[in-house]
């Protein structure tokens, strides 16, 4: 429990919390000269020491507590990803719950609040962020903070209609996109080789010049570039995402004005510009999307690069087995599944070849 009063012209905080041996004891410190400035000093000092016991109580509010929870039980356990999706879902708990305290989210409160949620955010989206919260309400329970669970059978809604992103480009859309293209700038380039070979974002950025194999017409992917945190390059998504993936001629001749103007290292990414960084994936979807704007095209993300290569092969005739090989699926059943509406349409046109073939035979 922490309490705050003010001595003379200055604030003090006050944490009650239990040592190792269960005892109770009293942690303060004063000299703050508002009292904002020693709510935020005790807050700190109890998100930064998982090991202070504070007595806890339901006056706690969610927003604190869950901020409390993902540092003693999510820190240092969970990848840095998993755990910023936490961080996420703490700062949404701050918006939409606000300073409401856990003894007074009734199950009525917590179903208009994830409702106020879902008003912005897909279905998909409100149920990861209530999964999160049910599993810190859980151990609230177990610890006797509270004694309801207001988690309990919440309905998930969502709003799935929200404008969203085409998935991919036509055909016809995609060569309009990489016939416009320049390859002496290094974003339409990389945007290029994923549109080209179906190469993720990370993949694409941990290209260096040794990687680019102009005489056989070959892209070796063997590596990936950390370009969320900036950790360098690291191992790829799955062992089968290492793979060599043959290019086009055009595209041979493409890369070659590129690499010809490339005056780095050799052992450094090709897209890293002269202040040392990699455009982040915000950044690149930015540019891709004035790109699409620019050429009156449907908007895609970067991503959908990857999508818009896969499905034009399929469309194309190419076998589903050469598709996921090419993609670096770990299985074929990956690409079976995210592209089944693709695979279902041509199976339908192969039913329609297939009574003609047989039906000419027997004329």
Partial sequence: MVSYRKRGSSWQYEISYKDIDGKYKKLRQSGFNLK????????????????????????ETLDAYFARW?????????????????????NHIHEIFGNLKLKDISRRTYQERMNLFALKHAKRTVSCFHKQIRA?????????????????????????????????LNYDQ???????????????????????????Y??????????????NNEINVNKTWDYKYGTGFKKTKTKTSMRVIPIDAHSSR????????????????????????????????????????????????FHG??????????????????????????????????????????EEKDEDIIKKVIDKALE
């Fill in 136 to 168: 810190s309400i859980l151990d609230a329970l177990d610890e006797q903070i509270i004694v309801l669970d207001f988690t309990r059978k919440v309905v998930i809604k969502g709003n799935d209609h929200l404008k969203k992103s085409k998935i991919s």
């Fill in 36 to 59: 904002s400035e020693a709510i935020t000093a005790a807050n700190k000092i109890q998100i930064d020491h998982p090991l202070l016991h504070t007595v806890r109580s339901s006056s």
């Fill in 202 to 215: 990370g993949e694409v950025l941990g290209l260096t010049i040794k990687d680019i194999d102009l005489s």
């Fill in 305 to 346: 690069l990857r999508h818009t290569h896969a499905s034009i092969l399929l469309y194309q005739g190419v076998t589903v087995l050469s598709v996921s090989k090419r993609l670096g699926h770990s299985n074929i059943t990956t690409t079976q599944s995210t592209y089944l509406h693709i695979i279902k349409e041509l």
């Fill in 254 to 301: 493409f890369l070659k004005i590129y690499i010809d103007g490339f005056t780095n290292e050799s052992n450094t990414t090709l897209f890293m510009n002269d202040s040392g960084r990699t455009y982040v994936s915000a950044e690149i979807n930015k540019y891709l999307t004035k790109k699409l704007n620019y050429l009156n095209l449907p908007r895609i993300t």
């Fill in 70 to 90: 993902i540092t003693v039980y999510k820190k240092g356990v969970v990848s840095k990803i998993t755990y910023d999706k936490y961080l996420n879902t703490s």
């Fill in 174 to 200: 995609w060569k309009m996109l990489i016939k416009n293209l320049d390859p002496h700038c290094s974003s339409d380039v990389i945007i290029y080789i994923a549109a080209v070979t179906g190469m993720r």
